[in-house]
């Protein structure tokens, strides 16, 4: 006897599921990040005019909205006719690299200081730890000032100083995160079966502590993200981090204090979008430490 089929529904969509989905989004963060995520990603391809080329003839033109303003700089001009719409696009794609590049360098060292001070403990934990209370101790903005200048006097130039600078200055945040985590995840059942199956060290940080640790490490370098586009913006305003051609929301701002009465719009414009990326980089750490927390998970949707 032949069985009658059954013709399949559509599936209907739950709104109230997606709605609920929705609004775990961190929106307010991805909102303010975005001039930093777009800009930087895109890059040249919204230039609307060459961020480096000047003319004089358009010396601060005020934006368009303003009398004397036009649409074809929407933001105004500089003080030597350069768009200044496009200039904050180079300088995010600039932030966004030297922030990035120089959060992941830190954190690696913080991770891998801090797996090996949480795990061996005794003597490394010692020997690391006060290395970490002396690092701490010294002003960030003296050893990256140092830094940079030693290293370019040394012969490298470009972004890579900067990064470096900030890789080594902002690691003993992440060391301290990462081994306070170790040290109560060792202590757990399937650590110590490892060992008596015979694992090896090396095996057992990679495979066991590592994964358990990765949490930390996204929020950290979410955060991260923020401190460290604020400090390559301090370097920037001091002359001694990103060097032309190349552009940062620092240098913006650093190269606009003389015509802050005439031109406003130059420093406010960058200091608007670099406010706006820390703000949101640090809500986004705030929304990642709360999604990555399993207690705070269920509990969100319950």
Not at 46 to 69: E, K, R, S
Not at 91 to 108: E, M
Not at 191 to 210: D, E, P, Q, T, Y
Request: hydrophobic letters at 55%; charged letters at 15%; proline letters at 7%.
């Amino acid at each position: 006897m032949a069985t009658k089929e059954v013709p399949l529904r559509p599936r209907q969509i739950d709104f109230a599921d997606v709605w609920r989905w929705v609004k775990r989004l961190p929106v307010l963060p991805l909102i303010m990040l975005a001039p930093l995520l777009v800009f930087g990603i895109l890059g040249s391809l919204i230039y609307l005019h060459n961020p480096h080329y000047p003319d004089l003839t358009i010396v601060l033109q005020p934006p368009a909205w303003l009398p004397g303003g036009s649409w074809s700089y929407p933001l105004g001009t500089d003080q030597m006719g350069r768009d200044v719409f496009s200039r904050l696009v180079e300088g995010a794609r600039v932030s966004l690299l030297v922030g990035l590049f120089g959060v992941l360098l830190s954190n690696f060292i913080g991770t891998v200081i801090g797996l090996v001070a949480g795990y061996f403990g005794r003597a490394a934990d010692q020997v690391l730890m006060r290395l970490v209370d002396v690092w701490m101790g010294v002003p960030g903005i003296f050893f990256t000032l140092m830094f940079v200048a030693v290293v370019r006097r040394a012969g490298m130039t470009g972004l890579p100083p900067v990064i470096i600078a900030i890789g080594l200055t902002m690691w003993p945040m992440c060391a301290r995160m990462v081994r306070a985590e170790v040290l109560a995840v060792k202590q757990l059942d399937y650590v110590a079966m490892a060992k008596v199956m015979g694992a090896s060290n090396s095996r057992i940080l990679v495979k066991h502590l590592f994964p358990n640790v990765m949490n930390t490490v996204v929020v950290l370098t979410s955060v991260g993200l923020g401190g460290a586009i604020m400090m390559e913006s301090g370097l920037s305003f001091l002359g001694v981090g990103v060097m032309p051609p190349n552009t940062s929301w620092g240098m913006l701002i650093a190269q606009s204090v003389a015509y802050m009465s005439s031109a406003w719009w130059i420093p406010v414009f960058a200091g608007v979008v670099l406010t706006m990326t820390i703000l949101g980089a640090n809500l986004l750490g705030d929304w990642l430490r709360d999604a990555l927390d399993p207690r705070t998970r269920q509990s969100t949707i319950r």
